[in-house]
């Protein structure tokens, strides 16, 4: 009896001990499917390509999950998409386009521009934007000859992933160029900072901008000639287009003339063999990345109802545009949320000044409706358009009826035209009235305008129209209004500028986006925006 | 896993048990030839007679109790000894003789003997240090009890239990308020020394609703640090203990049966088909060409009243003549307001508990097994209020399979998504009755334990208790292809997808106790060592009539969590009257990185005897004791999708979140965020208690007061830009301080004076929480309402308490209605915007109360049981989303509203989400229960009784807010509709 006491004893003490070794069981690890330690993920030659997919998918998608999910905080999934955040800050807040339903946090500040530094949607575009500084900064820790080394990667593939690191600076040096112009500051981080909570050094406007402008220079050997990669991944062209960017709005980022060096890159763009598509809506269409709009984008953020799921600004524009009245989804190919957007007394007093009755870019549904959006939740004041669509260029209804397979045609062939003639106007040299007086005919004919302009018709406020009627919706508005120093002060006015029906003037403060107070609080070497 | 599941908790086991059991009654029956015993039992000092006092024959199972008069009779031996004891009288032992012998039993000062079970053992209440509360199955609420937390709702001081009006819905469990901001709130759960995964099994109503509620024998509720620190990481929010009934020496056997109807308590006020005619003709004319010329009260259309019944059965003695067993079973059937609202639990539990080699080894075995089938009903509570009243349920020429619903064919020949009136609502019965969402959850769960008193040194005994929980559900949902839900490329054939999900939890704890006296001190030790390992898995199947890629199904699994503790405590007695606890836990989890995952939680508390000290001759006096502790207690649990957040991962897109380039779909993968340094959210917790008895513990009272610091707090925030491949992300930021006092007093105000008892008791939470520091004292916002991509209305801010809400101040006309979209500017900028929020209010309650009463007269007995909550305010969100004029147009159909539209005669929902208007003070009185029965005795012998009750469940609510229902979840917002049934019940129990 004793004995087996004993043992007892000694069974039960045993197994105390024995569990007493199972400390290392705190060492778990991963164990999803679509969940990988960093060195395992990175153990495939095709973990390149897919890292670079990562990277590119940032532009589209908010996370890996599906539309519904994000790696950005603070903010609505959908809202929270890179191109769909930075339309909001370039259109919302301009003379284009408002939204309706100003119940979405943050949206309402952005119609009536009375914003701060609490806006959840400015939150998501700073958010959005330094994730991928963060996203791309790893893929080149990850890609270091000494990695890669480790890792015995092939010659050739080491190759091709030259021309990856390339592009994820470019996405990075695009990032920091989108962050330069709304915010006019940002911390700046790089692949050799850590990561963690790392609070990186500010940089200023002019910091920045240097930095955009050095990085694209350097990467420019490394990236694929103009139009020779892959539809969707950034070519030299590229590169060259926000180059031409910065120096345009060069006077406004660092009070310096750079039109000389704009219309360099707009050349080498143009000389590059891209062509209008002949048919202006197959830019905005369902399958903008087949038909003859192919030749036209230089580079888009990628949209697919079916494997590249996003609320981006595509989506949101076809769906959207469907009139609260009109009920006119099934026009583009979905079932639309009808009453989202309705464009300002302004931009139809333009569209119908005459120059653009029979324009196919003038997509006007005015019966109805009143031209003034006289109250924000009353959808049918106000007209509204018809540029997007999720039909494909023959007709057919895209893959999804809500999420779009229409790209966002970031860059294209159209606006580098009217880059081109806008630096001849300020004063560039190398360039021709006459080129720019074609260029923009040429624009209007590819538009069944009959309605062509002469070199003595060629002024500012011309060039500021014809960027609002060829280039409607593609978040280029707040830009150019800075430029044209018509976007803050009084003396030029919209519907709903500074909260009232028609307008009144703001503070030069609103040229920039304030820092989101909790992008201070959490890196407390940013300093809020003047004003602020 | 089936196999296993049949084994253990099969039927054939149960009945033959059962028969066991029924064996053994009858054995009883068949002594002869002996002496007949007679007489009454009464109260020594008061005289009345005992009813319910057990009358044992010594050393033996045998015995009988006595009757309502105190009365009782039994056949002995010669020579047979009778002990007759009654909770809270001392033990009376009387040899037996033929005839009549009464008794008179004295009433027993000790009643704080009673034992009350804490973390790794046990303490008597009057020896307790910490703040422990012990409920059990004596003074559990009556009634409609389906889930087990509802037997201690409002019973204890700081222990607050909200439940929903789902069938089997689970509970939002708070102990003291809760500790954390953005780790759970949720406290530890104890079953027989298994704590159990605070994550509810998807396809399950909750953690606790496939556990039966008649198969618990107490709950102990765990307060504060001192009492808690014994579970280390898992013990700032609270621990509670629960106990399940363990097989006993004497027969008993139980049959339980209740039947109920549940039906509508309170409807939200919308209105009529005729009301919104004429409302329509009135505001907007344009807008009844499309209304129709039904008068639906579509609430009433999706509610019903619901039949539901309860049967438990369980038997318990000795087990071959030498193991005290207890089997049970238990089947419950509840079915929801919601039309096809179900769920269905069937447990079985076995319990055996044999002692070995002269009680040195004492094993306890406790095995269950539960089978709970659910249908969920989908949430149409919402449609409800604001489909048009003025159209049918059903129409005839409908191809949607006679319901109405908006739609015009195009007549293209086939019924598709082009064919729907865009973004319309869909009929609310329609989407109940074509819509099948089952799910069978399986669930074993119990423990081995060994408890082992040393045979060459038996002060000290060593204790191995193995648990298991596991859990798996498989559940599948199918739409009839009459609906009109449509795939992504608008085709409608119906839905179906299947799910399965997967838990296990496996427990080892082994610790050595030693009990000694040296003479005036007192010694009781404990050491030892936990393992836990929590895994968890899930499949879905996704749209399976559509092979699309985006239907592709998906299969996660979390990395297991396995956290390790190693124990030990101290408690010290001098004189029985100065009492020492000291414990200490070293806890590591498998969530925090190598550097990181060990933590050390030390408590200390200290017990002063007081009546016994200075006031040991008063007569009225008791029991005064002074309690004092000190304790840290650690919180680790920030969810299940985060566990991993200390490793370098990536994770790959699903097969709708690629990238394309050129032609060719790209697998995306992207980094995750990575937080080398979280570490434990540590809460320190000091306690201050006075215990009181009166009158021999007839009166009792305990105040106390807390105040508790959690620092480090583990949150969800912003995290410098760049630096991490999110914006946010879980750190360690922030204090965080909550302050209370509770009381409690309980009182047998009426005892045995001729067979009147009535005994109740009170109890009273005030609770104040505050956040001291934030990460750089940034605000947080929190609390989602339903309008508006992601809007929100409360805030966390430093200065304030956590949830406080943040809202527009309302301006008012002179006739006291509020002015539409007119706001205090007050930061006097002439803009308003969202600098002009500010903090109103929150969900928190100042005060809570419980009150308890039971009385019974002989046979009839009647008890209740209220709660009232004070201070505390809703954001109704039923109103501020539903009810403005611009709401009748939904698009291209009419919508109702709530009347309460009547009242603001707002007009734009974006102009008023945010105003302080829909912040109402939700303060309330609620009788839980009330509950009337009565108990015939002697029905097949002695011990039998068969009690019939009738009951009423959520009798009444006192409130002055206007929406459904005061009690809400989500820190004080009403974005739930499902209303709480009031519910008829009547039931019989039988004991034999």
Redesign the interface.
């Given at each position: 009896?004793?004995n087996i006491?004993k043992q007892?004893?000694i069974y039960?003490?045993g197994?105390?001990l024995l569990?007493?070794g199972?400390?290392n069981?705190?060492?778990?690890?991963?164990?999803?499917?679509?969940?990988?330690?960093?060195d395992d993920?990175y153990s495939t030659p095709e973990?390149y390509?897919?890292?670079l997919?990562?990277v590119?998918?940032?532009l589209?998608?908010t996370?890996?999950?599906?539309?519904g999910?994000s790696?950005?905080?603070?903010?609505?999934a959908?809202?929270s998409q890179y191109g769909r955040s930075f339309w909001n800050l370039q259109e919302l807040t301009t003379d284009e386009v408002k939204w309706s339903?100003?119940?979405?946090?943050g949206l309402?500040?952005l119609n009536?521009n009375?914003?701060?530094s609490?806006?959840?949607v400015i939150?998501g575009f700073?958010?959005?934007c330094?994730?991928q500084?963060?996203?791309v900064?790893?893929y080149l820790r990850q890609t270091t000859d000494a990695k890669l080394d480790s890792r015995g990667v092939s010659a050739e593939l080491r190759a091709e992933i030259k021309t990856y690191r390339a592009e994820v600076r470019f996405l990075r040096a695009l990032a920091y160029y989108h962050l330069m112009d709304l915010f006019g500051k940002?911390?700046f981080?790089t692949e050799n900072?850590?990561?963690?909570?790392?609070?990186?050094p500010q940089y200023d406007r002019s910091q920045l901008f240097a930095f955009v402008e050095s990085e694209l220079e350097a990467i420019l050997p490394d990236l694929k000639d103009a139009r020779q990669n892959?539809?969707?991944?950034a070519d030299k062209a590229a590169a060259w287009m926000v180059l031409a960017k910065i120096y345009l709005n060069a006077e406004v980022f660092i009070g310096q003339n750079k039109y000389d060096q704009c219309l360099t890159y707009c050349k080498n763009i143009i000389d590059a063999g891209f062509t209008l598509s002949p048919v202006y809506a197959n830019n905005f269409n369902a399958d903008n990345?087949?038909n003859s709009a192919k030749t036209e984008i230089i580079f888009p953020i990628?949209s697919?109802?079916?494997?590249?799921?996003n609320y981006g600004p595509t989506t949101v524009m076809v769906n959207a545009q469907v009139g609260?009245l009109e009920?006119n989804?099934?026009d583009f190919g979905v079932?639309?949320?009808?009453?989202g957007l309705r464009v300002t007394k302004q931009f139809s007093e333009t569209m119908l000044n005459g120059n653009y009755d029979n324009d196919d870019r003038n997509t006007i549904i005015s019966k109805d409706r009143t031209i003034e959006m006289t109250s924000?939740?009353?959808y049918g004041t106000g007209y509204i358009t018809a540029k997007w669509s999720n039909k494909t260029s023959k007709g057919v209804?895209g893959?999804?009826?809500?999420i779009v397979d229409t790209d966002f045609p970031m860059f294209r062939l159209a606006d580098v035209y009217l880059m081109y003639a806008e630096a001849v106007l300020r004063g560039a040299s190398g360039g021709s009235l006459v080129t720019a007086k074609d260029y923009i005919n040429l624009l209007r004919s590819r538009a069944n305008n009959t309605k062509f302009i002469t070199v003595s018709d060629l002024n500012l406020d011309l060039i500021l129209n014809e960027r609002m009627v060829e280039l409607y919706g593609e978040a280029h508005r707040r830009q150019d209004l800075i430029r044209f120093g018509k976007f803050t002060g009084g003396t030029y006015n919209w519907s709903w500028k500074g909260?009232t029906v028609s307008g009144i003037g703001i503070s030069d403060i609103y040229k920039v986006f304030p820092i989101?107070?909790?992008?201070i609080?959490?890196?407390?070497n940013l300093k809020q925006n003047t004003g602020y | 896993m089936m196999n296993r599941y049949r084994k253990r908790g099969g039927f054939f086991n149960l009945k033959q048990h059962f028969f066991m059991g029924l064996f053994l009654c009858f054995s009883i029956a068949s002594f002869g030839q002996k002496l007949k015993v007679s007489g009454i039992v009464t109260d020594a000092t008061v005289g009345g007679s005992i009813p319910g006092v057990s009358v044992i024959i010594k050393s033996s199972n045998l015995g009988t109790t006595t009757d309502l008069d105190g009365k009782y009779q039994i056949e002995v031996n010669q020579n047979d000894v009778l002990v007759f004891s009654y909770m809270g009288y001392q033990k009376a032992e009387m040899v037996a003789k033929s005839g009549t012998i009464n008794i008179s039993l004295v009433e027993d000062t000790q009643k704080l003997d009673e034992v009350v079970v804490i973390g790794y053992g046990s303490t008597k209440i009057k020896d307790a240090t910490g703040s422990v509360t012990s409920v059990t199955s004596k003074d559990f609420n009556k009634g409609n009890i389906v889930t087990p937390e509802n037997l201690l709702a409002g019973r204890v001081a700081g222990l607050s239990i909200t439940t929903g009006g789902e069938p089997g819905s689970g509970s939002t469990i708070r102990i003291r308020g809760g500790a954390s901001l953005g780790a759970s709130n949720d406290p530890l759960i104890v079953i027989n020394g298994l704590p159990v995964d605070n994550n509810t099994i998807g396809g399950s109503r909750s953690i606790l609703s496939s556990i039966n509620p008649n198969d618990i024998e107490s709950f102990s509720v765990l307060k504060d640090a001192s009492a808690t620190a014994i579970y280390g990481s898992r013990a700032s929010n609270g621990v509670i203990i629960i106990t399940l009934k363990k097989g006993t020496k004497t027969f008993s056997a139980t049959l339980d049966m209740n039947m109920s109807v549940s039906t509508l308590a309170n409807k939200v006020d919308v209105f009529s088909g005729d009301q919104l005619r004429n409302l329509i003709s009135e505001r907007n004319p344009s807008l009844l060409l499309l209304l129709g010329t039904a008068n639906t009260d579509w609430q009433k259309e999706i509610y019903r009243n619901s039949v539901s019944s309860n049967i438990n059965v369980s038997a318990n003695g000795m087990l071959f003549d030498k193991i005290p067993s207890r089997v049970s079973f238990g089947r419950t059937l509840q079915n929801g307001l919601l039309l096809t609202s179900e769920f269905e639990r069937n447990t079985g539990s076995v319990s055996i508990n044999p002692s070995l080699f002269d009680d040195h080894l004492k094993i306890s075995v406790n095995a269950n097994a539960s089978l709970e089938k659910n249908r969920f009903a989908k949430g149409v509570q919402g449609v409800a209020l604001t489909f048009d009243p003025t159209q049918p349920v059903y129409d005839a020429n409908s191809p949607f399979g006679g319901y109405f619903q908006y739609y015009k064919d195009n007549n293209d020949g086939i019924i598709n998504k082009s064919d729907l009136t865009e973004r319309a609502p869909l009929n609310p019965v329609a989407e109940l009755l074509q819509r099948n969402d089952r799910s069978e959850v399986k669930r074993i769960y119990g423990n081995v334990k060994l408890d082992y008193k040393l045979h060459f040194f038996p002060e000290l005994s060593a204790v191995l208790n193995v648990g298991m929980d596991k859990n798996s559900a498989d559940g599948f949902s199918i739409v009839s292809d009459k609906n009109p839900l449509s795939q992504a490329d608008g085709r409608i054939i119906g839905s179906y997808s299947e799910y399965t999900n997967d838990q296990s939890n496996y427990l080892l704890d082994g610790y050595l106790a030693y009990k000694k006296e040296f003479g005036i001190l007192n010694l009781d030790a404990t050491a030892g060592y936990s393992y836990q390992k929590f895994t968890d898995e899930r499949y879905k199947s996704n749209e399976l009539l559509d092979d699309g890629v985006d239907s592709a199904p998906v299969l996660s699994i979390n990395p297991d969590l396995v956290l390790i503790g190693f124990f030990g405590r101290t408690n010290l007695s001098f004189y029985d009257k100065y009492l020492f606890t000291f414990s200490y836990r070293r806890d590591g989890t498998s969530r925090f990185s190598n550097a990181n995952r060990w933590g050390n939680f030390p408590a200390a508390a200290f017990a002063w005897k007081i009546k016994e000290d200075l006031f040991s001759e008063s007569k009225s006096l008791s029991n005064l004791k002074l309690r004092l502790g000190w304790g840290v207690t650690g919180q680790q649990d920030i969810g299940q999708a985060n566990l991993d957040l200390y490793m370098s991962r990536y994770t790959k897109g699903l097969p709708t979140s690629q990238y394309i380039f050129g032609n060719t779909v790209t697998t995306i993968a992207i980094p995750q965020f990575r937080n080398e340094d979280l570490k434990w959210e540590e809460t320190t917790t000091y306690n201050a208690g006075l215990d009181f008895g009166f009158f021999n513990d007839r009166l009792t009272a305990t105040v106390e007061g807390f105040y508790k610091e959690s620092k480090d707090l583990l949150a969800n925030a912003a995290i410098s830009d760049g630096s991490n491949f999110s914006n946010s992300g879980f750190q360690n930021i922030g204090d965080f301080t909550s302050k209370g006092i509770e009381f409690s007093i309980g009182a047998d105000i009426f005892k045995n004076q001729k067979g009147f008892n009535w005994n109740a008791n009170f109890n009273s939470t005030f609770i104040k929480t505050k956040i001291n520091s934030l990460a750089l004292g940034q605000d947080q916002l929190v609390g989602g309402i339903g309008n508006g991509a992601g809007s929100t209305t409360q805030i966390h801010r430093v200065g304030y308490t956590p949830y406080s809400f943040y809202v527009y101040k309302q301006i008012y006309n002179e006739n006291g209605k509020p002015i539409e979209g007119a706001y205090a500017d007050l930061n006097g900028d002439n803009i308003i915007n969202d600098a002009d929020l500010y903090i109103h209010h929150n969900g928190m309650p100042t005060v809570t109360m419980g009150f308890a009463s039971n009385m019974n007269y002989k046979n009839i007995d009647l008890s209740f049981n209220m709660r009232a909550s004070l201070g505390n305010y809703v954001y109704n969100a039923a109103n501020s989303s539903r009810a403005q004029y611009n709401l009748l147009k939904n698009s291209s159909v009419v919508s109702n509203l709530p009347t309460s539209v009547l009242d603001t005669n707002f007009q734009s929902n974006e102009a008023v989400l945010l105003s302080d208007y829909y912040i109402e003070n939700a303060s309330f009185l609620k009788m839980d229960n009330v509950s009337i029965g009565y108990t015939f005795e002697d029905i097949f012998n002695a011990r039998s009784s068969i009690r019939l009750s009738a009951s009423v469940q959520n009798v009444f609510t006192i409130t002055k807010y206007s929406g459904l229902d005061p009690e809400v979840f989500e820190n004080g917002i009403d974005n739930s509709i499902t209303p709480r049934p009031r519910t008829f019940l009547v039931g019989a129990n039988m004991k034999f």
């Open positions: 009896m004793k006491i007892k004893v039960i003490v197994l105390v569990v007493v199972c400390t069981d705190l060492d778990v690890t991963v164990k999803d499917p679509n969940a990988l330690l960093v993920f973990s390509k897919e890292g997919a990562g590119y998918g940032n589209a998608l996370g890996a999950s599906g539309a999910s790696n950005i905080s603070g903010l609505d959908g809202t339903w100003e119940n979405d946090p309402k500040g009536n009375t914003w701060t609490d806006n959840v939150r700073f958010g959005r330094m994730t500084v963060a996203f900064n790893e940002a911390g981080v900072d850590p990561v963690g909570a790392y609070q990186s892959e539809y969707a991944r990345d087949s990628v697919d109802g079916v494997v590249t799921q609260s009920q989804g099934a079932a639309g949320w009808a009453g924000m939740d009353n209804n893959s999804a009826t809500e909260s989101p107070r909790a992008s609080a959490a890196n407390p | -």
